[in-house]
T-cell receptor, first 111, second 116 residues
């Protein structure tokens, strides 16, 4: 079945690193994504990773993919107040070419 | 590139009326468009997938007659919420994919529908 799971909340201190975790079920996923949603706004694609990659780094963002365990993580270095948002993990469900979203992780920043 | 425009961004309508939401791909041809619904503090739920020129494929539990989807051109898909009721109030987001969006799909900015 189609299932993407994430923890609902994460709180970190400003300047620390944030790590948001996600597990998925479709072993034949082509792409895996991280989207950011700020209150009342649409989705902003933060980064994506091909299923044949293990890691992707883009400035403060690092994505790690463990295909064996079907585990995806997003690390945000030097977390800032502007990073407060909901972060959605998503996979392209390859058999139907549609994107399935996780429940979202609400990241809050402590001063 | 790969910009998707969604209108309106916010709409308030009376119960029993119908509301149309537009999703346009501005700089690419969208062969496939997706419509999602997001309840407050929840994730996005895929409602339907539409391919240009053919009938939409609805996810299980989504009423086809209530949520009419038209994908008449390669740049425009519309979602019409018919005979809207307060429980239809939600955030609706479209996304589009085409041959040039090779890493995935581009999302619109969403429409906040409130039915009073």
């Amino acid at each position: 079945g189609e299932d993407v799971e994430q923890s609902l909340f994460l709180s970190v201190r400003e300047g620390d690193s944030s790590v948001i975790n996600c597990t998925y079920t479709d072993s034949s996923s082509t792409y895996l994504y991280w989207y950011k949603q700020e209150p009342g706004a649409g989705l902003q694609l933060l980064t994506y990773i091909f299923s044949n990659m293990d890691m992707k780094q883009d400035q403060r963002l690092t994505v790690l993919l463990n295909k064996k365990d079907k585990h995806l993580s997003l690390r945000i270095a030097d977390t800032q107040t502007g990073d407060s948002a909901i972060y959605f993990c998503a996979e392209m469900y390859s058999s139907a070419s549609k994107i399935i979203f996780g429940s979202g992780t609400r990241l809050s920043i402590r001063p | 590139g790969a910009v998707v425009s969604q209108h309106p961004s916010r709409v308030i309508c009376k119960s029993g009326t119908s509301v149309k939401i537009e999703c346009r791909s501005l700089d690419f041809q969208a062969t496939t468009m997706f419509w999602y619904r997001q309840f407050p503090k929840q994730s996005l739920m895929l409602m339907a997938t539409s391919n240009e020129g053919s009938k939409a494929t609805y996810e299980q539990g989504v009423e086809k007659d209530k949520f009419l989807i038209n994908h008449a051109s390669l740049t425009l898909s519309t979602l019409t919420v018919t005979s809207a009721h307060p429980e239809d109030s939600s955030f609706y987001i479209c996304s589009a994919a085409g041959q040039t969006t090779n890493y995935g799909y581009t999302f619109g900015s969403g429409t906040r529908l409130t039915v009073v």
